[in-house]
């Protein structure tokens, strides 16, 4: 392999700047398309549910293929830069299009836009991500530099992410005025329509400055295992196993919260000024992610190991979820009580993601020392596919929850408070459902993740041996 020159600010700075936009655009979709479709264009939210289940499940299929297509790619560009160039434009345009349902659709019609451009966007939006963090090894020295670079790109990861949660329904309400909407209903879809256009400029331009800056500078062979290669080699590591099972679990917890916080404020809260309190308590969760990540881990992490931290990251989440679920049912209605389980719940996730990453890795030498090799792609794959699946999970109860609890606009499309089933239900759908998720995750890993800090100092010095 070719010498590689140490990483310059400026291939930092234009590798961070494609995170921003790769996960701007992946939050605008986790968090909005269901929300799009059910609540502003009146599609069934079961059937909205299922199409975004179905397109996870499909992505278990679609995630080795597209990384089988990655590497036996030769261009003059490498073999990386091609694809995430050509997979940003084409995600950029099916993003538009999915915010941007014809008026004249109805019925099955619309079920079936909304089915086809959000399975498209699954697979163009795997187009390019799989690229982008398969870059890394091409233009890193392996090290301190590239997880440098990993844990750079994840935190502008998570402030696209926030920007998306933050500006998004304040963004769409004043574009869908501008647009000429005479309704609530019209503004949200025109508001959408040009929110999603200008996310999708964004998203193109900042992959552009990536890939004009970053260039590989070594040939890296990239391994693609199959789909049956790829579950193979994650069952014959039962840590990863229990990492993956965690993933879903606590990702499936927080996206069911995120997907019915929005009805939360606009149906029960507070109907008449939902989209500033809405708008405001992402401002404040988003901001609380982004400095557990920064600022927050790297303080504990001098203070305590990364197990107590993960274990302190779910009391946090549990603490959150009681405390929500209090203020719910107590009648507290100021807006800024609902601060303190915001910080509780997504500082603890802010430092998950964090942590996650670092036992995956883990899992990755235990393997090696038990099976004779490493499986890093299978193991890192299969992390962006069960965030996929659990985001999909998550949609599929909520949208069950909707359903069963009747949430949405009346026939007139005025807003107004749900009785109170409704609100109990929703309440209950997302504080209780969570918590036992998570309580039942604690106990699996708990019982099942044996890879301590001692542990792993006993596996490194195993493998230095067998190494010499």
Not at 47 to 58: C, S
Not at 294 to 301: A, D, I, K, V
């Amino acid at each position: 392999m070719e010498t590689i020159k140490k990483l310059s600010g400026k291939e930092k700075f234009a590798y961070g700047i494609g995170a921003v936009g790769k996960d701007l655009v992946y939050m605008l979709s986790a968090s909005y398309v269901l929300y799009y479709y059910q609540d502003v264009l009146g599609v069934s939210a079961v059937a909205m549910g299922m199409i975004l289940f179905a397109a996870r499940v499909f992505d278990a299929f679609n995630d080795p293929i597209m990384g089988i297509l990655v590497a036996k790619t030769k261009t003059r560009w490498g073999k990386f830069r091609p694809w995430l160039f050509v997979g940003t434009i084409l995600n950029a345009i099916v993003l538009y299009l999915m915010f941007s349902a014809p008026p004249t659709l109805n019925g099955n019609g619309l079920v079936a836009y909304a089915a086809v451009t959000y399975i498209l966007w699954g697979v163009t939006y795997t187009m390019m991500d799989i690229p982008y963090w398969s870059i890394v090894p091409a233009f890193t020295q392996s090290g301190k530099e590239r997880e440098g670079l990993s844990a750079l790109a994840r935190s502008c990861a998570g402030v696209g992410s926030a920007v998306a949660s933050v500006v998004t329904v304040m963004c769409v309400g004043a574009l869908g005025k501008l647009a000429g909407g005479s309704d609530m209903t019209e503004i949200e879809r025109l508001g959408y329509r040009y929110f999603a256009l200008i996310v999708a400029v964004i998203f193109v331009l900042f992959i552009t400055i990536t890939c004009l800056t970053i260039k590989e500078k070594s040939s890296v062979e990239m391994d693609a295992p199959s789909v049956k290669e790829m579950f193979q080699a994650l069952f014959r590591n039962d840590q990863a196993v229990t990492m993956v099972i965690a993933i879903v679990m606590i990702n499936t917890a927080l996206y069911i919260t995120f997907n019915l916080v929005i009805y939360f404020f606009k149906y029960d809260f507070s109907p008449e000024a939902w989209q500033g309190n809405y708008t405001l308590f992402n401002t404040f969760g988003g901001g609380f992610q982004i400095l557990a990540m920064m600022l927050l881990f790297p303080l504990l992490r001098k203070l305590l190991n990364t197990m107590k931290i993960f274990y302190l990251c779910f009391a946090m989440a549990l603490s959150g979820y009681v405390v929500l679920l209090g203020i719910s049912f107590s009648g507290i209605d100021n807006f800024y009580a609902l601060l303190i389980p915001a910080f509780l719940i997504m500082s603890s996730l802010g430092m998950m993601n964090v942590i996650v990453t670092i036992f995956l890795a883990n899992t990755v030498d235990y393997g090696e020392l038990k099976n004779g090799r490493r499986d890093e792609s299978v193991i890192f794959s299969m992390q962006t596919f069960v965030v996929k699946l659990a985001s999909g999970l998550a949609a599929l109860l909520a949208s069950l929850v909707l359903s069963i609890f009747h949430i949405q606009k009346d026939e007139n499309a005025v807003i107004t408070a749900i009785d109170q089933t409704s609100r109990m239900g929703l309440r209950l759908s997302m504080t209780v459902v969570p918590i036992l998720i998570l309580i039942v995750a604690v106990i699996i890993f708990c019982k099942k993740y044996v890879l301590t800090d001692e542990k792993l100092e006993e596996i490194n010095k195993e493998l230095r041996k067998r190494s010499n």
